[in-house]
């Protein structure tokens, strides 16, 4: 193991000053002051050589301030209670002055920028529900009526659920929609209305609404207005006039204000299907709109 060199040597005192012990080799409270012996200006501290610690010589932050001398006997005694910040000194300890600047600047930023964001914008003063309200059974206010002039059949057993906190009123219906004679439902009918009471949906439901053909492959995308703030449709037809087969799925999405809501249908047809003859998707889209905007203005207060 290598033996640290020695530290610098320190400057003698003047003659009759007594002498006085220093944890640090240098710079420490006893160096003599500026301008050097005899005149001469004072010497630069050496380098620390190869094994010294780079911790042995503490920097200091601004110009030398005397301080109350440290106990002789007491090689750990300590300058002051706290380090003395003043301007940066001519040479060295520039980049140690500039990251406190620097981290002082940024802390009263901060400090600004929250304090604009409490004052600003007070919790809650932007929520716009519209003067929807979220009914504990959804199915009871939701008009389907333009379904029903092609599935006849009333649903004897919808289901329904809700959700109620302080963040969020949400509650939803399915209906099983049934042609004449048929035991089966031939298709199925979602609604959705969602009350958010403490954050703005609209960035969110945009970037989902707007762009689903880019998440969910093969599915158009419509825009649609006079319904809310923004309305979207969303489709997906695989049916055709010369198959018995395939799929068909539309969804209007529509916000208005704080307020969300849609309205789904779906229908699967197969050669066991008892539907031969399924609505097209242009029926279903205007049905879809008709049925909506019954439905939220029954919602409404």
């Keep these: ?51 010294a610690s780079v911790y042995a010589q503490p920097t200091l932050v601004g110009p030398l301030v005397p301080q ?3 106990q002789s006997g007491n090689p750990y005694a300590q300058p002051g209670p706290y380090p003395v910040v003043g301007p940066p000194p001519p040479t060295g300890g520039g980049g140690a002055w500039r990251a406190v600047l620097w981290a002082v600047v940024g802390a009263v ?11 600003l914008v007070p919790a809650g003063s932007d929520v716009d529900l519209r003067g ?18 092609e599935y006849a059949a009333n649903d004897s057993t919808p289901t329904h659920n809700s959700l109620g906190d302080d963040a969020l009123d949400e509650v939803l219906c399915n209906l099983s929609l049934k042609k004449t004679g048929s035991s089966y439902a031939d298709a199925y009918l979602y609604v959705q209305l969602d009350l958010h009471k403490k954050t703005d949906p609209g960035p969110e439901f945009t970037a989902t609404w707007k762009n689903y053909s880019e998440s969910h492959s093969g599915y158009d995308v419509e825009a649609v207005t006079g319904i809310g703030d923004e309305a979207y449709l969303v489709s997906d037809d695989t049916t055709s006039a010369s198959s018995s087969s395939g799929s068909l799925y539309a ?17 699967y047809y197969s050669s066991y299907s008892n539907d031969k003859d399924p609505p097209t998707l242009a029926e279903v889209s205007g ?8 439905t939220l203005a029954e919602l409404k207060d």
Excluded: H, I
């Design 1 to 51: 193991m290598s033996t640290p060199s020695q530290p610098p040597q320190q400057p003698e005192p003047p003659s009759g000053a007594p002498a006085q012990s220093s944890a640090y080799p240098y710079p420490n409270p006893q160096s003599p002051a500026p301008g050097g012996p005899l005149g001469f200006p004072p010497a630069a501290p050496a380098a620390p050589s190869a094994g």
């Design 68 to 70: 109350p001398q440290p």
């Design 109 to 119: 930023a901060a400090s600004a920028a929250w304090a604009a964001g409490v004052f």
């Design 132 to 149: 929807y309200s979220a009914p504990v059974n959804l199915c009871n206010s939701t008009d389907y009526s333009s379904f029903q002039s």
């Design 251 to 267: 969804t209007l999405a529509v916000r208005d204000g704080w307020a969300t809501y849609t309205m789904s249908y779906s229908a």
């Design 287 to 294: 049905w879809l709109k008709t049925d909506s905007r019954a």
